[in-house]
């Protein structure tokens, strides 16, 4: 079974502060995506890493791909209150019977910016 | 352009009960796939559509099923309901349903059993 598991689970901050946020599995993924989710709403993509070792900048976030294609990192540089949201990554495995982009999704981590 | 819309926004069921949710996916696309999220939890995929066949289906029982119509709009039925279904049920449509396309969700569609 391909697991995501994503840390901390949780994360409360005030404005202005970094903040990285994890993505690990043991199965080697072809991409991984990063989602934003706000309450009452889908899942919003980010950013889609392909290779191993990839970093992309999305203004304040930075993502990276890690090496062998098995863990990924979010990292948001003075974070605002428009930051909130739960952040969902999600893998396309490399081999899935049938679904082509069929994704597997992180226990996703949400995140509070206080102002 | 019209994005992904789901219908309804809110259902709420009783346990035995059946429950169909539908989909209109983005002018363009022919694929659909369809996930459930529990609260406080990631999506999981629940099966995908495309050009009105099923392409892959996760780990759910068979009193989930689905169909995609020749327009690609699509439905998730769900038959004899359980209180664990009580979930957000999100639809995704892609274009083409390659490994590379972009996956755009719907607002989904939150249902609760009693």
């Known amino acids: 079974t391909q697991l995501l598991e994503q840390s901390p689970q949780f994360l409360s901050i005030q404005e202005g502060e970094n903040l990285t946020v994890y993505c690990n599995s043991s199965?080697?993924?072809?991409?991984l995506q990063w989602y934003r989710q706000e309450p009452g709403e889908g899942p919003v993509l980010l950013v889609t890493?392909?290779?191993?070792?990839e970093v992309k900048k999305l203004k304040r976030l930075t993502f990276q791909f890690g090496d062998a294609r098995k863990d990924s990192s979010l990292h948001i540089t003075a974070a605002q209150p428009g930051d909130t949201g739960l952040y969902l990554c999600?893998?396309?495995?490399?081999?899935?019977?049938?679904?082509?982009?069929?994704?597997?999704f992180g226990t996703g981590t949400l995140l509070a910016v206080q102002p | 352009e019209t994005g992904v819309t789901q219908s309804p926004t809110h259902l709420i069921k009783t346990r035995g009960q059946q429950v169909t949710l539908r989909c209109s996916s983005q002018?363009?696309?022919?694929?659909v796939s369809w996930y459930q999220q529990a609260l406080g939890q990631g999506p999981q995929f629940i099966f995908q559509?495309?050009?009105?066949?099923?392409?892959g289906r996760g780990n759910f029982p068979p009193r989930f099923s689905g169909l995609q119509f020749p327009n690609y709009s699509s439905e998730l039925n769900v038959n004899a309901l359980e209180l664990d279904d009580s979930a957000l049920y999100l639809c995704?449509?892609?274009?083409?349903?390659?490994?590379?396309?972009?996956?755009?969700f719907g607002p989904g569609t939150r249902l609760t059993v009693l």
């Open positions: 559509y495309y050009r009105e066949e099923e392409n």
């Open positions: 999600a893998g396309a495995p490399r081999l899935y019977g049938g679904a082509t982009n069929k994704l597997i």
């Open positions: 890493v392909v290779t191993g070792g």
């Open positions: 199965s080697v993924f072809s991409s």
């Open positions: 002018s363009g696309h022919n694929t």
């Open positions: 995704a449509s892609s274009p083409s349903g390659r490994i590379t396309d972009t996956q755009y």
